[in-house]
């Protein structure tokens, strides 16, 4: 009974995994939004969306979701801590592949930028804080609690208008928390921009990476230092792959050649190969 529920669970598995091809690195990343916490007002969501890094070696799927909305959760008191529980999942899919292989400096990776917005029983909405994370460039498991911010106008009129009216999309450009995607120069300068801490944001993270070059270097029980040394040499590992290929095609056409003589033909090469090591 056991080998055959085993053989059932092995029919839904399968025995092999999709891989990516060669020098491509495929990143899996399932996330949950947990909570916010210390923000000033209730009804509490959060926005969020994924960017790529502005060089060509990431990717995604044109159909990929990299934008969520999560619900509206109301705070409850925890610790003298206003906390709102989301419990809010979400998932995405990229992948890597370096075009300049003289390039030595490290990858990028994407960035997870979020917005915490309020609204009240006026329907009155307000920015609570912006925040970002930068996607673990390690697989596994992390939990991250990332700062919140916002920005503040001087002068007392900004937030009369923030308490009778609200205030939303506080910020032009959302990735402005982190390195505006606009951005172009060695110095970026913030001088004169003014901002509140608000509260924070606790995000729960599960990376998963698959590539060939972790597959060679378990089998040639190699120790890698980085993502790069195991994606190194993209052209010479894709060379190494055709060549493996071709030579499975020939091995096929010989044995499907070998299936087509006949036996006594066979019997006989035999025969004279056992003779001529026995002289």
């Known amino acids: ?53 502005t060089t060509s070696d990431w990717s995604s799927n044109p159909n990929e979701q990299l934008f969520w909305v999560t619900h509206t959760c109301a705070t409850k008191s ?78 007392l009129t900004s937030e009369l208008r923030r308490f009778f009216i609200g205030g939303f999309n506080e910020l032009e450009d959302p990735t402005y928390v982190a390195i505006p995607s606009t951005f172009q120069g060695d110095k970026l300068s913030r001088y004169g921009f003014k901002t509140e801490t608000t509260g924070s944001i606790t995000v729960k993270l599960h990376c998963i990476q698959q590539s060939r070059a972790f597959q060679d270097t378990n089998n040639s029980k190699q120790r890698m230092w980085s993502v790069l040394d195991q994606l190194g040499g993209y052209s010479q590992q894709s060379a190494i792959h055709n060549v493996l290929e071709a030579f499975q095609r020939a091995r096929q056409r010989m044995q499907a050649s070998r299936d087509t003589l006949p036996t006594n033909l066979i019997t006989n090469l035999q025969a004279m190969t056992t003779a001529d090591s026995t002289t």
Request: charged residues 20%.
């Open 78 to 155: 925890k610790n003298k801590n206003n906390v709102a529980h989301f419990s809010f999942p979400f998932s995405f899919e990229a992948f890597f592949k370096k075009e300049d292989e003289s390039d030595v400096s490290l990858p990028h990776w994407p960035t997870l930028y979020m917005e915490v917005v309020s609204v009240d029983f006026w329907h009155r909405y307000r920015t609570e804080g912006y925040s970002y994370l930068l996607i673990p460039s390690m697989p596994g498991y992390s939990e991250v609690v990332c700062q919140a911010w916002r920005p503040v106008q001087p002068g």
């Open 1 to 53: 009974l056991y080998t055959r529920h085993t053989e059932y669970l092995t029919s839904l598995v399968g025995s092999e995994f999709e891989m990516p091809p060669p020098g491509i690195l495929r990143l899996v990343v399932n996330g949950e939004i947990v909570s916010a916490k210390d923000f000033e007002y209730d009804n509490l969501s959060v926005r969020m969306f994924v960017e790529m890094p």
